[in-house]
């Protein structure tokens, strides 16, 4: 009754301790129909818990409820939404959706040109969830666009260094064409303010205004620089009409005109100080001419029909002319010179020297105005003389700096060229250099552009072009006989370029020795700028190079003959492939540097093989197996025209004897030593 009280439960109950029964045989279950089913176990026996468990979770889950609540009351409220989770508490899915399975990660050009881009947490928040596949993807777009921006890269600054190019050259242009017109103007300035001088206008007064004051100026600059010109041409042909041979002296240049003009002069005997005959003197704004008055000669005919008078008169011959640059003219009286001041009249003289004469002439005047104003004149146009031809001197430095030393800033090789820097330095010998281009006439400009798009070809590997500029450049400074400077200063430029391409080229044959048509691009471009042996070294030199590393590469496994079959056939077929190139790309005048290089490598062979073959006994079978697979390995370059066979393993033998006799020798002594030990 109480168990029916309690009802039923599935928990266990704690089981009693019972005291173990002494077995004495097999003890026989016998199964209850009450107690469900049943089912054998491992060990055979039939377990009847599992089945009293199920019976018990059958009766408690088919429990009915008949009092249901009544859902159908339409008054209740509607049932509330789910309020939004904030941003900050908001947690992202770090699985990885199935629409981005399907899809690669877009790489975002713009957001990489971000400057202040922090680009570990930029690849962190994107490449977090990536598999393997995407990050390959996305690592192979990041190398397309690497080399994508490195293409516009090298194309902007080759677009960039032509424009900069260009512009420098029309800024030079434009500079030369400024200098040009401020010469012009300053002559202009120069020769209107003379104009107005011997015009004689009168300065504007300070009590005029500013208005007045300018229009004043305007009308006294108004003449032309061509009406100038005229006036002085003018001046200049009277010049030659009244001076007999002044023509001679003084042929009509743009600018030459008289400024002053002085006929009371006489000239002194420079011994006895006395007067010889009457002198016209003639300043021009770059000679100082002297001109003789000299009496006609008498025509009888004249006499007899009256014009004596005409043909008695004198005339001026002009006698001499100096440039004003290379006399100069000295004041007696201040000369401090003794006993000339005390003379009548000597304080109107002067002297003329030129080089190591001297001529001396005085004013007829008791005045000495005419001797002041010649003084004034001369120095005045001296010095303006003088400036103009420094300026030009300037100018033609500059020009010929411009034109000459534009091209030694940029190369190295200059300067090591002593001769050729001082002779650029030097200006007062620097030519005009001119340089006949199919008919036409070039400058050093010219040059300098062919220079720079042979510089623009080697940088972009266009090796073809650079090759083919190099020798038009050099064709071209060697047809330059007349002019020594410039052939010697381009051809150090282009030799200097040549050595970069051929730097170049020789990386390129370096890397690529292996490919025969490659090979042979490489080296014809290297023949073609006058570096063959640089060419043959840098071939030789790699090939052996590769020899060496595959030897190396080469693993001893135990089996001498085997190893040393696979050493002779590395070697002796890289000498074969070496040969067969070198005579498709070299003349056959020149086999015998590669003839060299074989038997080099021949002999680096036989110094392998005796190392190999030192602690193996002569004349038994690995000896023989080992020299039998070397010479026939070394018979393939034979189908090069080279026979090897003969040296394979020469003077192995005679080494070997050397060392065994070396051996027995030093035994002999040192057991001749220990007996003669044990003897004292």
């Not at 009544?70 to 904030?86: E, H, K, Q, R």
């Not at 001197?393 to 001769?419: F, G, H, M, Q």
């Not at 330059?480 to 370029?497: F, S, W």
């Not at 018979?635 to 003969?646: H, I, K, Q, R, Y």
Request: charged share 25%; aromatic share 6%; hydrophobic share 35%.
């Amino acid at each position: 009754m109480e168990d029916k009280k309690k009802g039923f439960s599935l928990r266990q109950k704690k089981s009693r301790p019972v005291a173990p029964k002494q077995i004495s045989g097999p003890i026989q279950t016998i199964p209850h129909a009450s107690q469900g089913s049943t089912r054998p176990n491992l060990n055979g026996k039939i377990e009847t818990s599992t089945a009293n468990t199920s019976d018990l979770v059958k009766r408690r889950y088919s429990t009915r409820f008949t009092n249901l609540p009544d859902f159908s009351n339409a008054d209740a409220p509607p049932v509330p939404s789910i309020p939004a989770l904030p941003a900050q508490f908001a947690q992202s899915d770090s699985r990885p959706s199935t629409a981005r399975q399907n899809q690669r990660i877009q790489l975002d050009a713009n957001a990489l040109k971000d400057p202040n881009l922090q680009i570990e947490n930029y690849f962190a928040n994107m490449l977090s969830d990536a598999s393997d596949q995407e990050l390959r993807d996305y690592q192979a777009s990041l190398r397309k666009l690497k080399n994508r921006t490195s293409t516009d890269l090298q194309q902007n600054v080759y677009q960039n260094r032509t424009q900069f190019i260009k512009i420098s050259k029309e800024a030079e242009k434009l500079k030369m064409e400024m200098r040009t017109l401020r010469g012009l103007m300053s002559e202009l300035t120069t020769s209107l303010n003379q104009a107005s001088v011997n015009a004689g206008v009168p300065e504007p007064r300070a009590a005029l205004d500013d208005g007045a004051r300018s229009r004043a100026r305007k009308q006294a600059n108004r003449s032309s620089v061509a009406n100038l010109e005229a006036m002085w041409n003018t001046q200049l042909h009277a010049l030659w009409k009244n001076v007999e041979g002044s023509q001679k002296f003084l042929p009509a240049i743009p600018g030459r005109h008289v400024v002053l003009e002085q006929s009371t002069w006489l000239e002194l005997d420079a011994a006895t100080w006395k007067a010889k005959r009457y002198a016209h003197i003639f300043l021009l704004n770059d000679h100082l001419m002297v001109a003789s008055k000299r009496k006609r000669r008498i025509d009888p005919n004249a006499i007899a029909n009256g014009d004596a008078g005409q043909n008695t008169s004198s005339r001026t011959v002009a006698d001499k002319c100096w440039p004003l640059q290379d006399i100069d003219i000295v004041d007696l009286a201040s000369a401090g010179s003794s006993g000339i001041s005390d003379r009548s009249g000597m304080s109107n003289a002067i002297s003329i020297k030129y080089g190591h004469e001297s001529f001396t002439y005085r004013s007829d005047k008791s005045s000495t105005t005419e001797k002041t104003n010649l003084l004034q004149a001369f120095r005045r146009t001296s010095d303006e003389l003088r400036k103009v031809l420094q300026a030009e001197l300037e100018d033609n430095v500059n020009k010929s700096k411009e034109a000459i030393d534009y091209l030694t800033p940029r190369d190295p090789a200059l300067s090591n060229k002593t001769d050729l820097l001082r002779s650029l330095s030097g200006a007062k010998e620097r030519p005009d250099i001119l340089i006949d281009v199919d008919g036409k006439h070039q400058n050093l400009r010219w040059v300098e552009g062919q220079i720079d798009e042979l510089d623009s070809e080697v940088a972009l590997q266009n090796f073809e072009d650079a090759v083919r500029h190099v020798e038009k450049l050099r064709k071209l400074a060697k047809g330059l006989k007349g002019n020594k400077l410039a052939q010697d200063l381009i051809t150090t430029k282009v030799d200097e370029r040549a050595r970069k391409l051929a730097d170049v080229l020789t990386l390129r044959l370096t890397a690529t020795h292996a490919q025969l048509t490659a090979t042979q691009a490489n080296i014809a471009y290297l023949v073609r700028l006058n570096f063959t042996p640089l060419a043959r070294t840098t071939y030789l030199t790699a090939r052996t190079t590769l020899i060496h590393t595959r030897a190396r590469s080469i693993m001893f496994g135990g089996d001498l003959p085997q190893h040393i079959s696979q050493l002779s056939y590395v070697y002796f077929a890289l000498i074969r492939n070496t040969v067969k190139t070198y005579q498709q790309c070299f003349p056959p005048v020149m086999m015998s540097s590669c003839v060299q290089w074989a038997k080099e490598r021949l002999d680096d062979f036989n110094a392998l093989l005796g190392r190999q073959l030192g602690s193996v006994k002569v004349g038994c079978v690995d000896w023989n197996n080992c020299l039998g697979k070397a010479v026939e390995n070394a018979g393939m370059v034979g189908e090069v025209g080279l026979d090897f066979a003969n040296l394979v393993g020469l003077g192995l033998m005679k080494e070997r004897k050397d060392r065994e006799l070396v051996k027995r020798q030093q035994e002999s002594s040192n057991s001749g030593s220990s007996i003669i030990d044990l003897v004292k």
